[in-house]
Antibody, heavy 119, light 106 residues
Framework: EVQLVESGGGLVQPGGSLRLSCAAS????????MHWVRQAPGQGLVWVSR????????NYADSVKGRFTISRDNAKNALYLQMNSLRAEDTAVYYC????????????WGQGTLVTVSS | DIQMTQSPSSLSASVGDRVTITCQAS??????LNWYQQKPGKAPKLLIY???NLETGVPSRFSGSGSGTDFTFTISSLQPEDIATYYC????????FGPGTKVDIK
């Protein structure tokens, strides 16, 4: 069974940093693109970033480019999102989601972790 | 960037009604369009991929159609458990979501 479990969320002051983790199990982690998607309170889904299975390619939404860094450790089946220079508008539930080898979809999602940026 | 619009933003329908949501892309995305269902406090769930393909295990009352820039999502007979927000997602290059349609029971 595919499982994705996020952790690392919490309260952080504006300008601060936070590192999110996503522990993956139930599939061959290194085979898949992995994504971060966020959802501000009461708002819609916003794609944040993705990383290729071998870690050789990454992409970011314009709103986080230069502040967030996605990475992965395939030996640990773990996905990360390093978030720096955090702003109030980064407040959201952050989901990790798995890609698919043959379809452009996100068939599996974690339960999300809440990041609150506030003084 | 490809922009996605959805309509309506919300709707209220009776149990058994046919419900239709439309999604429009700002440029041709072929059939690279997915539909997700999200219930409050839960992660999104994939319902339809590649515009018209039903994800395994999803009830057949859900369907999708369209290609290019115009897409439609239909619930043929609304059930109480279908109360949720529905999002279209384009994945032509980098993924992006529509603003969502909140569906509730009249």
């Amino acid at each position: 069974e595919v499982q994705l479990v996020e952790s690392g969320g919490g309260l952080v002051q504006p300008g601060g940093s936070l590192r999110l983790s996503c522990a993956a199990s139930g599939f061959t982690f290194s085979t898949y693109w992995m994504h971060w998607v966020r959802q501000a309170p009461g708002q819609g889904l916003v794609w944040v970033s993705r990383i290729k299975g071998d870690g050789s390619a990454t992409n970011y939404a314009d709103s986080v480019k230069g502040r967030f860094t996605i990475s992965r450790d395939n030996a640990k089946n773990a996905l990360y999102l390093q978030m720096n220079s955090l702003r109030a508008e980064d407040t959201a539930v952050y989901y990790c989601a798995r890609g698919d080898t043959s379809r452009k979809t996100h068939p599996y999602w974690g339960q999300g972790t809440l990041v609150t940026v506030s003084s | 960037d490809i922009q996605m619009t959805q309509s309506p933003s919300s709707l209220s329908a009776s149990v058994g009604d046919r419900v239709t949501i439309t999604c429009q892309a700002s440029e041709d995305i072929s059939n690279n369009l997915n539909w997700y269902q999200q219930k409050p406090g839960k992660a999104p769930k994939l319902l339809i991929y590649d515009a018209s393909n039903l994800e395994t295990g999803v009830p057949s009352r859900f369907s999708g159609s369209g290609s290019g820039t115009d897409f439609t999502f239909t619930i043929s007979s609304l059930q109480p458990e279908d109360i949720a927000t529905y999002y279209c997602q384009q994945y032509n290059n980098l993924p992006g979501f529509g603003p969502g349609t909140k569906v509730d029971i009249k």
